[in-house]
């Protein structure tokens, strides 16, 4: 069964269509990159799979479920924006995942916080805004879940932490599960990714995986997508 599935998958904010008749399967055990321009509808998507938003058509199913009570405790989100209550410390922070997610892995959330050299008696208000995204970060991959849905992960931080971020990912998520990483930072996140979504407007432009576009296109998967969205 696939972890998340859309059929026919379609959003509209008033006149606007976010999404257009999606049909999609990510399927356990790989990392996909969804791709696309700012606005392209990846942000909408995330948040369908989440729960947040509900769809004007079609269907979104996670582990063949709608979203809703039962897929949350499966899915775990990292939203584009930073959303941690900067009043915790790290201590209560780790200690409101654990109470709120049964698959809250406490004990490592603390190694990959030990690993970085972060106090756990520190404020989060008193962190830097990278710090912040680490510790973020370190909250949902600490989640034994079966979807990780990432949303611009790597946006808007440095070239090392990008790297911290994406080692994490990678080293953090269990086999059985699927990890979606929405990002228009192509050659930061390619060389993790076993699949791509390539997404415009609303609408799938191209599926694919990583090893078939470097096979049969010759070219890394930011030539591509440069060429398929040259302005």
Same mark, same amino acid.
């Given at each position: 069964m696939a972890t998340l599935e859309c059929i026919g998958l379609t959003k509209r904010y008033g006149s606007v269509e976010a999404l257009d008749s999606i049909d999609l399967k990510v399927e356990p055990g790989r990392i996909t990159?969804?791709?696309?321009?700012?606005?392209?509808? !990846?942000?909408?998507l995330i948040k369908l @799979?989440?729960?947040?938003?509900?769809?004007?058509?079609?269907?979104?199913?996670?582990g063949g479920m709608e979203p809703g009570v039962e897929t949350k405790k499966i899915v775990s989100y990292l939203p584009e924006r930073l959303d941690i209550p900067t009043w915790m410390n790290v201590t209560q922070l780790l200690g409101f995942f654990r109470d709120f997610y049964a698959d809250f892995d406490l004990d490592r959330? /603390?190694?990959?916080?030990? !690993?970085?050299?972060?106090?756990?008696?520190?404020k989060i208000k008193a962190m830097s805004k990278g710090t /912040?995204?680490?510790?973020?970060l370190i909250t949902v991959m600490s989640r034994r879940a079966k979807l990780y849905l990432l949303d611009e992960p790597i946006g808007g931080v440095d070239p @090392?932490?990008? *790297?911290?971020?994406? @080692?994490? %990912? %990678?080293?953090?998520? *269990?086999?059985?599960?699927s990890v979606v990483i929405s990002t228009h930072l192509i050659q930061d &996140?390619?060389? &993790?990714?076993? *699949? &791509?979504?390539?997404?415009? /407007?609303?609408?799938?432009?191209l599926r694919s995986t990583v090893d078939d576009i470097r096979e049969k296109e010759g070219k890394s998967v930011d030539a591509l997508f440069r060429e398929v969205f040259r302005c």
């Open positions: 990159g969804l791709l696309g321009p700012n606005g392209s509808g !990846k942000t909408t @799979a989440n729960g947040l938003l509900t769809p004007t058509s079609g269907k979104i199913l996670i959330a /603390r190694d990959m916080l030990a !690993k970085l050299s972060i106090d756990e008696s520190m /912040r995204e680490k510790v973020q @090392a932490t990008r *790297d911290y971020i994406l @080692a994490t %990912i %990678i080293g953090n998520y *269990d086999p059985e599960a &996140v390619e060389n &993790v990714l076993d *699949d &791509v979504v390539f997404i415009d /407007r609303g609408r799938i432009v």
